[in-house]
């Protein structure tokens, strides 16, 4: 998963996913073929090779609707495939993604930390069609379900809050909410420096990005 969120070392990882895909066919194993594909999918999406890479990605969705996955590789799986269409903006597959994910939710008990993770793409799915409301209602959902559990997702949630209300205008709130990110350790660029610009503080937006 290292790999992921860079370009580095990613003939490795492919190499490391493809055999963890090998291992579970020869043993049986839904979890490691999931996890496999996934892997082979996300990174030759960072290699460019996006077309091939989310075509395994579709096919990561199939296994997960046709065969039985440990809640635990499952979540994973989907979160990663919802990371991986939030990446592209595709929100064809965004939308069905994160679809998919909900109903597996309602499947299994104590799924706080992923019921969170899910409304925030699906925060993320509304923003791109313009559903403020809806957005801005899961993204406050994720803030206050994840605070204390996982503070990097909820810092994630409050930046896309944050997003949210600058879109709307309300740029008082949209402060407010980057802050609350910040103090969880979590990164307001590049909406902070967009607020500035919004605010008419060219030379505090650009120093920002700078």
Not at 118 to 141: K, M, N, S, Y
């Amino acid at each position: 998963e290292a790999a992921f969120g860079s370009t580095t070392g990613l003939d490795g990882a492919l190499a490391a996913a493809r055999e963890v895909h090998q291992l579970g066919r020869r043993h049986d194993s839904a979890d490691l073929v999931a996890a496999g594909l996934m892997g082979e999918g996300r990174i030759l999406i960072k290699q460019g090779r996006v077309a091939d890479g989310l075509a395994l990605l579709d096919e990561v969705l199939v296994l997960l609707l046709t065969e039985p996955l440990s809640p635990e590789w499952a979540g994973d799986v989907y979160c990663n495939l919802m990371v991986a269409a939030s990446e592209l903006v595709d929100v064809e597959r965004a939308a069905a993604w994160t679809e998919a994910t909900t109903r597996w939710l309602q499947t299994i008990d104590a799924a706080v930390l992923f019921t969170g993770i899910c409304r925030l793409h699906r925060a993320q799915v509304h923003t791109w069609r313009g559903a403020w409301d809806l957005a801005e209602r899961e993204a406050r959902l994720v803030c206050a379900d994840l605070a204390e559990i996982e503070p990097a997702s909820a810092a994630e949630a409050h930046y896309h809050l944050g997003d949210i209300r600058r879109l709307r205008g309300d740029l008082a709130g949209a402060e407010q909410a980057y802050d609350a990110a910040r103090h969880l350790g979590g990164d307001t660029q590049p909406g902070l420096a967009m607020l500035h610009l919004a605010r008419g503080q060219v030379d505090v937006a650009s120093a920002a990005i700078n």
